[in-house]
């Protein structure tokens, strides 16, 4: 069973750079034809997918946060991260990392709640 487990700082401050990182375990981020995804939640509102890393390292981004956001892993540890730069109170939201084909999810983390506040 594959899993994944998201990790954060749990409360970011306007204007900084909110850093996720997600482990997986019983799969391999570096092979087969999944890509391995960021998505959120926040209040109120519906999931929104952020980007996603494939197995070449290839990068896949929602075009209205593309500026803002980076995506990378470390295959080393079967990681992959997201950096989300100058976060607005906007950004709060869960963030979950995903297992992606094509537009279904297979299997996702348990989700990690981040708060933007002064």
């Known amino acids: 069973q594959v899993q994944l487990q998201e990790s954060g700082p749990g409360l970011v401050k306007p204007s900084q750079t909110l850093s996720l990182t997600c482990s997986v375990t019983?799969?391999?981020?570096?092979?087969?034809?999944?890509?391995w995804s960021w998505i959120r939640q926040s209040p109120g509102k519906g999931l929104e997918w952020i980007g996603a890393?494939?197995?070449?390292?290839?990068?896949i981004s929602q075009p209205s946060l593309r500026s803002r956001t980076s995506i990378s892993r470390d295959t080393s540890k079967n990681q992959f991260m997201l950096q989300l730069d100058s976060v607005t109170p906007e950004d709060t939201a869960i963030y979950y990392c995903?297992?992606?084909?094509?537009?279904?999810?297979?299997?996702w983390g348990q989700g990690t709640q981040i708060n933007v506040s002064s």
């Open positions: 890393i494939g197995p070449a390292g290839d990068i």
């Open positions: 019983s799969a391999s981020i570096t092979t087969g034809y999944w890509f």
């Open positions: 995903a297992r992606q084909t094509n537009s279904y999810f297979s299997f």
